[in-house]
């Protein structure tokens, strides 16, 4: 948005462009690039647009000083936005690789495990069933959200 209102201080057909380039830019990040990070990608209609808009602002004839700082706030701002994009990238992507999620989920099932064989036979059963049950009540809720941390962008509640 701040982009967008930037745009205004230039001439009108430099304004208008930028301006078409920036909504284009938005709705192919919202429709586009966020379901493409969920694979780990970066989305080419995107970047086509950050091209078109700095090929736009380069060509700008900028004259005067309200001109300069709106060209200067520009490339300030523009480098905030890129920034902002390759950090939803990065946080995208997964952090917990596969091998690492065998020892995860062995960790958990040889816990559960253990606490099966830890079982005294002289205690009630419903004590027995509840030591048990909270310890894979908390390994499965551990295992749940670290599985919901390692991908946020899927469609999922």
Not at 3 to 19: H, I, K, Q, V, W
Not at 134 to 153: E, G, M, R
Request: proline fraction near 4%.
């Amino acid at each position: 948005m701040e982009l967008y209102n930037t745009a205004a201080s230039f001439s009108p057909s430099a304004r208008d462009e930028l301006r078409g380039q920036l909504v284009c830019y938005a709705r192919s990040v919202i429709s586009d690039d966020w379901r493409t990070m969920r694979s780990s990608e970066q989305n080419a209609l995107v970047q086509r647009w950050i091209d078109a808009s700095a090929a736009t602002i380069g060509s700008v004839d900028v004259e005067g000083g309200k001109q300069t700082f709106a060209y200067e706030h520009w490339v300030i701002t523009n480098a905030a936005r890129a920034e902002a994009r390759r950090g939803r990238f990065s946080e995208a992507m997964r952090i917990v690789p596969p091998p690492l999620w065998l020892f995860v989920v062995l960790g958990g099932l040889l816990t559960v495990t253990y606490m099966c064989f830890y079982s005294d036979s002289g205690e009630r059963f419903v004590v027995q069933a509840l030591m048990i049950g909270s310890v894979t009540a908390i390994v499965t809720a551990s295992l749940l959200v670290v599985h919901f941390l390692d991908s946020p962008l899927r469609d999922r509640p």
